[in-house]
Every structure is written in C-alpha cells, then in structure tokens.
Nanobody, 115 residues
C-alpha cells in the first residue's frame, strides 16, 4: 500500500513564501503524476499544480507565476514552492499521486495566510 507523507505548511503573512513537500512510501504503483490540491473553507477541493513523471507541469490559473512544483524522481517526491502568498491561498493542501488505478491522497496540511 502506498502512503503519502506531507510536510510544510503553517501560518504566514501575505506576501510571504512557503514550501510544501510530499514523498511517497510503500508499494508505489506506476503513476502518471504527483500533484497538490487544496480545499478552502466551505469550498470543494481544487487543483493547484501537478507534475508528470516526464516533468510536465500544470497549474491552476490562480497560482500560475507564483507557485512552482518540482519533482525528485529518485525519491518519488514533489515539492510545491509557494511565493507571494495571498489570504485567498488559505486552505488545506493535499498531496496526490495520480495513476491509472486512481488517486492516492495525503492527509493534508494547513496553510493559513494572514492579511
């Protein structure tokens, strides 16, 4: 069984930077991409960014130019660098492993941006 371990997150002021990391452990299946999603209070879970095993990245329009996702293939690890954070970036951020068998989710980590 695969397990995703997330780290990072916390409380920061608007304009600050924060980095989230996610590493997959266990019986890791062949997968297509790693990614980050987020759920703001009262809203559905939405895409933030994904990166494929061929290092092709995709971003939500709201974070493009501010966030950057990278991958360490040797460690099955993905990092999300978040810059110029805004209060509307406040959410629980979830790591995801995307494969043909489905999506595996991390437990989530809280990011709070104060104005």
């Amino acid at each position: 069984q695969v397990r995703l371990v997330e780290s990072g997150g916390g409380l920061v002021q608007a304009g600050s930077s924060l980095s989230l990391a996610c590493e997959a452990f266990g019986n890791i299946p062949d997968f297509n991409a790693l990614g980050w999603y987020r759920r703001a209070p009262g809203k559905q879970r939405d895409l933030v960014a994904t990166i494929t095993t061929e290092n092709m990245s995709n971003y939500a329009a709201s974070v493009k130019g501010r966030f950057a996702i990278s991958r360490d293939g040797a460690k099955n690890k993905a990092t999300l660098q978040m810059n110029s954070l805004k209060p509307e970036d406040t959410a629980v951020y979830y790591c995801a492993l995307l494969s043909s068998l489905g999506t595996v989710w991390g437990q989530g980590t809280q990011v709070t941006v104060s104005s």
